[in-house]
């Protein structure tokens, strides 16, 4: 009987509808019409508009039309078997073709032959002991039918057969199974049997431990379960507060301190105001104040330290200003203690380390270093970067390969780095090495298992990873080891060999064995207990004797060891059971003679019942083969989901079945190729869904493999071997992995231009991949990659753009730059993941807006000021409190940070006790969250000086908004806004024109660079009233260069500072008043050109200045190289600022010979030259080089300028470089006599 089977290939091209992605899938289904095959589809992209049939009804439910259910065929020749198959299309077949509408795929070849059909429906509802089960997975195994319950927790087959059914359900560790007849239409409710354990409420945490009791809610099994607590926090006992006695109430606790807690609660509150409310600014202490100054009468109380320091008192809280302790470290430090110590079932050096008891606050954070050990040397290498708080680390790697096992050495230190500038900049620990231990040891293993030695042997591994081997104490000729419970045992024969005669249980059947207290087992009780008892001692089983034997039970470890149906399939020694049903099943070989296999059943096999095809081999002897002496392809599947491989003639398991060990194009495809909905363009895929759209009919169901010549895996459609260019430790992984990664990316609604997406991906795969990109090419990838691209929101795209995620820089990972893509407008997100094996995920999308504006803050400034005598000098004492508001105008959230620095020396001092007032603080987050939210700082007292303020905020996606300035603070007004000030830098023929200072009492003043003595100094010019009670004292500021006497000017670059000292009637009082810092004239002068030196690149890399006498390589790079900060402009001793103006550009010509003027007009001729990256190139390696451009003597010209157009005169030099023309002497020959 021939058969035809015709493939009907679902090419599905999306074509966008007015339809917008949704991150999730469509819910709905539609019908497609492609290639005369009716297909579902689940979004508009998988069905062009011209095939689409229905968008709304699934092709099944459309009774009635083209797509009605059926198959079709020719006599017995069956040419659809799809369940949604064309009726018309069915006479597309000749000669009369039929068509059966209602006929399922699994009885279609029945119906073609000729034999009647049963049409049943089999359908009900799924239930937990509780409730129904939504998308509950159930399986008709003997006729390969799947369904999904709805959400309701329905489910229906149609079109089934008569007979048994053999039911298996699952959802979520809940299952069923079950044989059931059918024989007509029926309802049959499942119900889930699910094990649960059910537990008494939790002890009392005692001593950080507390207990529980739970009980199986199949078993009924009780079980003690212990485990460690954190106890609460321990509280305290306080007294009733005291009565209110000036505006206070005091009272006392005390720690309440038992096994059953830990730690403390915060301190509760000991002292409160009562009464009314106190006042702050009366200069009277209430309640809960500190302190209280009356700025208008002087009266000031305090507690604070010392107490008549009114500094000490913050005005606007009345609390006392408390200064942190300046931290600082200059104690000698010893390094870090080191060790490493095995890991056990690992290929892993565990490091740990106790840090040093010095200076442990200035830790910044560690880095391990190590090497392998080969012949006594050591190239150690930096493995890694941890945080301070981490105290141990796991190396897998050292010098970039894996650890391997029973390693000479390996050796490590670790490196502290210290982030105090007083402090040691780093400590190197001591180096510790270790060996490795047994290959056996370092990865997962039981905690013992048996050798195959005389005498019985069992092995182990001790905390060294080291392999050891203990023979079995006293052994008989009756001892050998077995397994039980995840370890090796050492059991002598014993009683059950007793029950067995020359004639297997012949004549002993139902006797005692007094020796052991056990009753032989017999044919009626195949399962013998000890008379008292105590558990399932022997067995009866098949024998290779006319007659079955007795079998230890100690000896049945997996069902393999079962030898005949009834032993398999009634558990003897009752091991086997998982949730009340028996794991083990059996197959027949031979019924007659009573031979098979007694193997673990499909859907337990992952729960670490294993299915042992290996033991088909002749290598494990007649113990788990008892058909012949070698494996056949007959045997060979009675002992799981196994495959007989031709070519070695091994009896495989196909879940590890690779295509590439099929050897034939009909084992390899079965008449299809995989194909799948990608293009490529030359090397890189271009559009498509990523959906398979065809697969391999291989015998074990791989469905990737593809021929080409030979059996290869190809799940991305590139005509390739999708493990080609693989790692080699993954290449096995590779060519059995069939399983795209899912990818899950937690987005955001906006974005900025930078789009970051890190800590929002998320890829899951069968297989334990790395995440990677291409940063370090495509040979022996080992990673998973994630592609993308980015559309408008209307649009669509295939991603071809790889997500960086194993960038050297971690900065750049998962980071995106989005361009020049428009502010506010919508965009798409198309993204898929495609692990080593080269399986694609299919595209999914997210739509987000582009938000790349900074957040709209604004930042107001309040200052008050007051004085008071110096005790000492008598004089007035300024202070200001600065009052800093940040307000947020736009959308949150929003962080924010502010900091405050003194540009003169006699704040920053003491600058330490205000860092405590920036943002953020410990009472201060920096975060506003809402338009209009504001942020307050307040800095108390500061003496007059400039500040310099850095103002920093983030919004939720990363846009950064950023202010800096200077802000003046000045107590005293009688001298102010002095100019110019503060700093700025001129040309000489640049400066202002005027200078001068207001003052706010009449009077004169006048200035001087190197004296404050008012009757040394130079009087200013002219004095204009400014404002109401203000004056203008100005003067021409070349004034201070001209000599005296002579009244020439010279004006040297430099910085100057003119110091205002003015005669002032105060209160109707002449008085000498002396300008603050604030107050002073001060400017800087520039006329200094930047130095401009020429370096090349020698053979190691390293640049090296260049002169004429230097023979350089005939091939050589070179750069320009700037000097600007001039000695005169570094305000070393006051602001330790440079004052110099920047370099605004350093250019470059080189002189050709037909064109000797070329680099005459530095403005045409020459070009920029960019200091921090660029290079001149030569090429004198051949007479098509450089050489004939620049001749024989190339010359570099060159010059810089900076910002205040100081200009260096140009610079020529010869580039003495290798390979130039050797240039002809003149040589005179002169005769002589000699």
């Known amino acids: 009987?021939?058969?035809?089977?015709?493939?009907?290939?679902?090419?599905?091209?999306?074509?966008?509808?007015?339809?917008?992605f949704s991150v999730d899938q469509v819910s709905g289904v539609g019908c497609c019409n492609k290639d005369d095959v009716c297909q579902n589809f689940y979004s508009p992209f998988e069905c062009d508009a011209n095939q689409t049939i229905s968008s709304t009804q699934s092709c099944s439910s459309l009774t009635g039309t083209e797509c009605t259910p059926g198959c079709c065929c020719n006599g017995k020749n069956v040419y659809g078997d799809y369940d949604t198959f064309l009726n018309s299309s069915c006479q597309l077949y000749s000669p009369d073709p039929v068509f059966w509408p209602g006929v399922s795929s699994t009885q279609c070849a029945a119906k073609c032959s000729g034999s009647s059909v049963s049409n049943l429906?089999?359908?009900?509802?799924?239930?937990?002991?509780?409730?129904?089960?939504?998308?509950?997975?159930?399986?008709?195994?003997?006729?390969?039918?799947?369904?999904?319950?709805?959400?309701?927790?329905?489910?229906?087959?149609?079109?089934?057969?008569?007979?048994?059914?053999?039911?298996?359900?699952?959802?979520?560790?809940?299952?069923?199974?079950?044989?059931i007849p059918l024989t007509s239409n029926k309802e049959y409710n499942i119900t889930l049997q699910c094990c649960q354990k059910a537990c008494d409420p939790w002890s009392a945490c005692i001593n950080q431990q507390h207990n529980t009791t739970c009980t199986d809610t199949c078993t009924n099994v009780r079980s003690f379960v212990s485990e460690q607590c954190t106890p609460p926090l321990c509280g305290w006992n306080c007294s009733d507060w005291t009565a209110c006695s000036s505006g206070l109430q005091t009272r006392t606790c005390t720690l309440i301190t038992n096994s059953q807690c830990r730690g403390q609660q915060p301190t509760p509150l000991l002292k409160q105001n009562c009464g009314s409310a106190p006042i702050c600014g009366n200069g009277v202490r209430e309640g809960l104040e500190d302190c209280d100054y009356n700025k208008t009468t002087g009266a000031f109380q305090s507690i604070c330290q010392p107490a008549s320091d009114k500094s000490k008192c913050n005005n606007l809280t009345c609390e006392c200003i408390i200064f942190p302790p300046t931290v600082t470290c200059t104690d000698t430090i010893t390094p870090a203690d080191l060790r490493a110590d095995h890991v056990k079932k690992k290929p892993w050096i565990k490091l740990s380390w106790k840090d040093a008891p010095q200076c442990n606050d200035t830790i910044d954070k560690y880095e391990i270093w190590g090497c392998r050990n080969i012949s006594n040397s050591c190239t150690f290498e930096k493995i890694t970067t941890l945080a301070k708080r981490q105290k141990e680390f796991n190396a897998t790697q050292v010098n970039g390969q894996n650890i391997k096992p029973e390693i000479d050495r390996y050796c490590f230190y670790l490196k502290t780095m210290f982030n105090s500038s007083s402090a040691t900049a780093e400590t190197v620990s001591n180096v510790f090495c270790i060996k490795t231990g047994n290959e056996e040891c370092l990865y997962e293993h039981p905690d013992s298992w048996c050798a195959n030695y005389q005498p019985p042997t069992k092995l182990s591994c001790n905390d060294n990873n080291e392999l050891k081997n203990d023979s079995c104490a006293n052994p008989s000729p009756n001892t050998y080891c077995t397994m039980q419970n995840n370890k090796a045992e050492c059991i002598d024969a014993g009683p059950c060999a007793q029950c067995n005669g020359i004639f297997g249980l012949f004549g002993y059947q139902g006797q005692k064995v007094s020796a052991f207290d056990l009753i032989c087992p017999s044919l009626d009780a195949p399962v013998a207990a000890y008379t008292n008892g105590s558990s399932f001692g022997?067995?009866?089983?098949?024998s290779s004797t006319a007659v079955d034997k007795a079998y230890s039970c100690a000896n049945v470890n997996e069902c393999y060891d079962y030898r005949s149906r009834s032993s398999c399939e009634n558990d003897y020694c009752g091991k086997f059971a998982y949730n009340g049903q028996n794991v083990c099943e059996w197959k027949y070989y031979n019924q007659q003679f009573n031979k098979g296999v007694c193997r673990p059943k499909e859907q337990y096999k992952t729960l670490g019942f294993e299915q042992k095809c290996q033991y088909c081999d002749s290598t494990f002897g007649d113990k788990y083969n008892r058909f012949y002496p070698e494996c056949t392809a007959d045997t060979c599947v009675l002992y799981g989901n196994c495959y007989f491989n031709p070519s070695n003639e091994k009896c495989t398991?196909?879940?590890?079945?690779?295509?590439?060990?099929?050897?034939?194009?009909?084992?390899?495809i079965n008449g299809t190729n995989t194909t799948v909905d990608v293009n490529w363009i030359a090397s890189n895929k271009s559009s498509g869904t990523n959906k398979v759209t065809a697969t391999s009919k291989d015998p074990l169901g791989i469905n990737r493999c593809v021929w080409h010549t030979r059996c290869i895996k190809d799940a991305d459609n590139n005509k390739a071997d999708d493990c080609m260019n693989v790692a080699q430790r993954i290449k096995s992984i590779c060519e059995s992995d069939t399983e795209p990664p899912i990818t899950t990316i937690t987005n955001k609604?906006?974005?900025?231009?930078?789009?970051?997406?890190?800590?929002?991906?998320?890829?899951?795969?069968?297989?334990?991949?790395?995440?990677?990109?291409?940063?370090?090419?495509?040979?022996?990838?080992?990673?998973?990659?994630?592609?993308?691209?980015?559309?408008?929101?209307?649009?669509?795209?295939?991603?071809?753009?790889?997500?960086?995620?194993?960038?050297?820089?971690?900065s750049k990972n998962y980071v995106i730059d989005l361009g020049n893509r428009i502010n506010n407008n919508q965009y798409r997100f198309f993204y898929f993941s495609e692990d080593p094996a080269k399986n694609l995920e299919l595209i999914k999308n997210f739509s987000f807006r582009l938000d790349?504006?900074?957040?709209?803050?604004?930042?107001?400034?309040?200052?008050?000021?007051?004085?008071?005598?110096?005790?000492?000098?008598?004089?007035?004492?300024?202070?200001?409190?600065?009052?800093?508001?940040?307000?947020?105008?736009?959308?949150?959230?929003?962080?924010?940070?502010?900091?405050?620095?003194?540009?003169?020396?006699?704040?920053?001092?003491?600058?330490?006790?205000?860092?405590?007032?920036?943002?953020?603080?410990?009472?201060?987050?920096?975060?506003?969250?809402?338009?209009?939210?504001?942020?307050?700082?307040?800095?108390?007292?500061?003496?007059?000086?400039?500040?310099?303020?850095?103002?920093?905020?983030?919004?939720?996606?990363?846009?950064?908004?950023?202010?800096?300035?200077?802000?003046?603070?000045?107590?005293d007004l009688t001298i102010k806004d002095p100019y110019p000030a503060p700093i700025t830098t001129y040309r000489s023929d640049d400066l202002p024109i005027e200078m001068g200072v207001y003052t706010t009492a009449e009077g004169t003043c006048r200035y001087s660079m190197t004296t404050l003595k008012y009757n040394d100094m130079q009087g200013i010019f002219a004095r204009d009233p400014a404002n109401q009670n203000e004056y203008r004292h100005h003067d021409i500021l070349r004034n201070i260069f001209r000599t005296a006497g002579s009244g020439s000017l010279i004006i040297n670059s430099g910085i100057y500072r003119i110091y205002p000292v003015c005669n002032l009637t105060i209160n109707n009082q002449q008085q000498i008043i002396i300008g603050e810092d604030v107050d002073i004239i001060s400017f800087a002068v520039d006329d200094i050109a930047p130095k401009t030196f020429l370096e090349f690149r020698?053979?190691?890399?390293?640049?090296?200045?260049?002169?004429?006498?230097?023979t350089l390589p005939a091939a050589v790079s070179m750069r320009l190289q700037t000097i600007s900060k001039d000695p005169e402009l570094q305000d070393t001793n006051i602001t330790g600022n440079d004052y110099s103006f920047p370099i605004a550009?350093?250019?470059?010509?080189?002189?050709?010979?037909?064109?000797?003027?070329?680099?005459?007009?530095?403005?045409?001729?020459?070009?920029?030259?960019?200091?921090?990256?660029?290079?001149?190139?030569?090429?004198?390696?051949?007479?098509?080089?450089?050489?004939?451009?620049?001749?024989?003597?190339?010359?570099?010209?060159?010059?810089?300028k900076d910002a205040g157009n100081n200009a260096e005169d140009k610079k020529c030099v010869l580039i003495n470089i290798k390979n130039r023309e050797f240039a002809a002497p003149n040589i005179t020959i002169i005769e002589t006599d000699q």
């Open 121 to 179: 429906k089999l359908s009900g509802w799924i239930y937990n002991s509780t409730s129904l089960v939504p998308e509950a997975s159930i399986k008709i195994t003997n006729f390969n039918r799947i369904a999904t319950s709805s959400s309701q927790g329905f489910y229906s087959f149609d079109n089934l057969p008569s007979g048994n059914l053999d039911i298996y359900a699952n959802a979520s560790n809940c299952v069923f199974n079950r044989t």
């Open 653 to 668: 398991n196909a879940d590890n079945m690779r295509c590439s060990e099929y050897k034939s194009e009909i084992e390899c």
């Open 749 to 810: 609604t906006k974005y900025s231009a930078m789009m970051s997406l890190k800590n929002s991906v998320n890829i899951k795969d069968m297989q334990e991949y790395s995440y990677g990109d291409n940063y370090y090419g495509n040979q022996n990838r080992d990673a998973i990659w994630m592609y993308y691209c980015i559309a408008n929101i209307n649009d669509k795209c295939y991603p071809d753009q790889i997500m960086p995620m194993n960038n050297p820089d971690p």
């Open 1098 to 1110: 020698d053979a190691s890399g390293a640049w090296i200045k260049y002169n004429e006498s230097i």
């Open 852 to 971: 790349n504006a900074p957040p709209d803050v604004r930042l107001t400034t309040s200052m008050s000021s007051f004085s008071f005598n110096d005790t000492v000098t008598g004089l007035p004492t300024w202070f200001t409190t600065l009052n800093i508001n940040i307000i947020l105008l736009s959308e949150g959230p929003v962080r924010c940070s502010f900091n405050l620095t003194p540009q003169g020396p006699n704040m920053s001092a003491i600058w330490n006790q205000f860092i405590q007032y920036n943002i953020p603080n410990p009472g201060n987050t920096g975060v506003l969250n809402a338009q209009n939210d504001q942020l307050i700082a307040v800095y108390h007292p500061l003496k007059s000086d400039y500040y310099d303020y850095e103002l920093e905020c983030f919004d939720d996606v990363g846009n950064r908004y950023y202010n800096d300035s200077t802000i003046t603070i000045k107590g």
């Open 1 to 20: 009987m021939k058969y035809i089977n015709r493939i009907l290939l679902f090419i599905l091209t999306g074509i966008m509808l007015l339809f917008v």
């Open 1145 to 1200: 550009g350093s250019y470059y010509c080189r002189i050709k010979p037909f064109a000797p003027n070329l680099c005459t007009d530095i403005n045409a001729d020459f070009s920029l030259f960019d200091t921090t990256s660029d290079v001149i190139n030569w090429n004198y390696a051949s007479d098509n080089s450089d050489k004939l451009l620049y001749g024989n003597n190339p010359t570099l010209c060159y010059y810089s």
């Open 538 to 542: 022997c067995y009866a089983d098949y």
